[in-house]
């Protein structure tokens, strides 16, 4: 019986899209910009197991940002170093990103004077930090022609940026502080709080005695134990609820607790 004409259509078709998908996989994993394969970048400072994805925002002045160690910079981020290509800033560094930071996709990070970013904090995508804002103090003078105003930003270590987030000019966010997505922030705020809105204000803190104010809606979920094995968490993936429920309802300090659970092929159980 004859190929009908869509099906030859159809397995062509597979095979350019997986030439495609191949070829941009290639075009990625070369294009994409590390301490060893720089390209034609010439940061201040790129730490070792830092990554900037392909394809790149628009980045310039790269002498005056130093990157950190152990970063993923994801794909479409911007980073620029002053106003405009081709200046000079300068002896010291301009845009200061710590070690483990994670800048997600599409967004910016306009430091056009000091910004810096502290070690462990995780953007997510389209969040937009800036040093300079317009200024419109001229009501006769078109905006976009008004001298800008430039403030330092400080975004203190181990924070959480949510997607969307606005970060505005002489902004100082303290540690471990979560910014909530699409918030404005401005002014300083202080560590270990939840800030959300436009402006941004504070809506939840850690008190050292009472803990969060007002308490986390959500029990803190439970890490897994040092020395867990992933055959172990696949084991407990197999486990039907009762089993699952019985298992986390027994004390650990009592020594034949688990006499009475009944062992399953595969109980994590089993290998401990």
Known sequence: MP?????????????????????WALVQRTGAVTADHPGRFRFGA?????????PLGTVFGEPW?????????AEQVTLTAGLMPDLDLGPDPILRVGDGVVL?????????????IGSDCYFGPYVYVTSTNHSYD???????????????????????IGTGA????????GRNVVVAAGAVVRGTVPDRCVVAGAPARVVRRWDPVEGWQPP???PPPVPIPDGVTP????????????????????DPDTPDASADVPVQTGDVRAES
Not at 46 to 54: C, H
């Open 3 to 23: 190929t009908s004409r869509n099906t030859f259509s159809s397995w062509r078709r597979r095979l350019a899209q997986r030439a495609v998908h191949a070829g």
């Open 166 to 173: 606005v970060i505005l000019p002489g902004a100082r966010i």
């Open 138 to 160: 001229d009501p006769h003078q078109p905006i976009g022609r008004q001298w800008p105003r430039m403030e330092p930003v400080e975004i203190g270590a181990g924070c959480w």
């Open 216 to 218: 986390l809606r959500t």
């Open 104 to 116: 997600g996709r599409g967004s910016h990070v306009i430091a056009d004077t000091t910004v810096t």
């Open 231 to 250: 055959d172990q968490l696949s084991a407990l993936s197999g486990l039907d609820e009762e089993t699952a429920a019985r298992l986390a309802a027994l």
């Open 46 to 54: 790129i730490g070792p197991s830092t990554r900037l994805a392909f």
């Open 65 to 73: 940002i130093h990157l950190g160690s152990h970063c993923i910079v």
